[in-house]
């Protein structure tokens, strides 16, 4: 079955710094979303990217999809400690295989003041 | 509001003790599901709903029952349950069960079981 491996798992970094986690699916995706949840709460919607290649923007956070669509980063440019919490990619294969749906692991970010 | 509810938020039980998570949504959405979220292994889907009287398993169904009987709710239930189903659960509900909808969280159930 469809597999969607996230990494890291884990990322502490000092405020300023930029952050990256990544996800790669074993299959193609027709479409990934990421999702980010806030210590103690829950996962919330933050964007999908469709199109092979794309590129989309939020402020300081960058989603890409890859040219395969098999892969897709999360980039934030310059951490806030409002960063903080798990990111969660969610990849769509697509075709007939909806209802079951695979996260990836998600990465817990840190942000030191 | 639109809005995916759960109920209790935080539960301890004891081992064998049946117990039911409620989950309800407001938005007419078609399909709902079950996650529970355990460190480093992220949300891992446990059942899931196209519709009313349809269901099906996710990735770790082991130790659960799910119904939907109404559009609206879609209940866990564990009969029987164990200290491994510890965890953090989540239900969430989306338009339609198509590829590519957006994911409605409630707000989480905590369950310890001892």
């Known amino acids: 079955g469809q597999q969607v491996m996230q990494i890291p798992q884990y990322q502490h970094v000092q405020e300023g710094e930029d952050f990256t986690t990544y996800c790669n699916s074993s299959t193609t995706l027709s479409n990934i979303q990421w999702y980010k949840q806030r210590p103690g709460g829950h996962p919330v919607f933050l964007i999908q990217l469709v199109k092979s290649g794309e590129v989309k923007k939020q402020k300081r956070l960058t989603f890409q999809f890859g040219e395969a669509k098999k892969n897709s980063s999360l980039h934030i440019t310059a951490t806030q400690t409002t960063d903080v919490g798990t990111y969660f990619c969610l990849g769509n294969a697509g075709g007939t295989s909806y209802g079951k749906l695979t996260f990836g692991q998600g990465t817990i970010l840190t942000v030191h003041p | 509001e639109a809005q995916v509810t759960q109920n209790p938020r935080y539960l301890i039980t004891v081992t064998g003790k049946k117990l039911t998570v409620t989950c309800s949504q407001n938005?007419?959405?078609?399909?709902m599901s079950w996650y529970r979220q355990d460190p480093g292994l992220g949300l891992r889907q446990i059942y899931y709903?196209?519709?009313?009287?349809?269901?099906d398993k996710g990735d770790v169904p082991e130790g659960y029952k799910v119904s939907r009987k109404e559009k609206r709710n879609f209940p866990l239930i564990l009969e029987s349950p164990s200290p491994n189903q510890t965890s953090l659960y989540f239900c969430?509900?989306?338009?339609?069960?198509?590829?590519?909808?957006?994911?409605?969280f409630g707000p989480g159930t905590r369950l310890l079981v001892l």
């Open positions: 938005m007419n959405h078609e399909y």
């Open positions: 969430a509900s989306s338009l339609s069960g198509t590829h590519g909808e957006t994911q409605y």
């Open positions: 709903s196209m519709n009313v009287e349809v269901t």
